[in-house]
Nanobody, 115 residues
């Protein structure tokens, strides 16, 4: 199993970014996918999740209305569109899949929101 995130960077407050996570090594379309983030000195937290076919999504309250998770099963890719970014969104963002009983993570992509 391999998860490779990309799309992070430095953005000003109010700006937007789209993160991508390309998956390989498993039947991507059969599994729910999630995005987490970890800010310096804080625990890793769930940001958003999407079911295997993409029919259902869920979000942390702090990102609802600003972030959108989506997936393209033909490309084995899950996305996180982030709008109206705030300095408190600064973190390393990780892609995650649980293939019981194992939990797999990507290497993460840094998002920094600063003027």
């Amino acid at each position: 199993v391999q998860l490779v995130e990309s799309g992070g960077g430095l953005v000003q407050p109010g700006g937007s970014l789209r993160l991508s996570c390309v998956a390989s090594g498993f039947a991507f379309s059969n599994y729910a996918m999630t995005w987490y983030r970890q800010a310096p000195g804080k625990e890793r937290e769930l940001v958003a999740g999407i079911t295997s076919a993409g029919g259902s999504t869920n979000y942390a309250d702090i990102v609802k209305g600003r972030f959108t998770i989506s997936r393209d099963n033909a490309k084995n890719t899950v996305y996180l569109r982030m709008n109206s970014l705030k300095p408190e969104d600064t973190a390393v963002y990780y892609c995650n899949v649980t293939i019981w009983p194992w939990n797999y993570w990507g290497q993460g992509t840094q998002v920094t929101v600063s003027s």
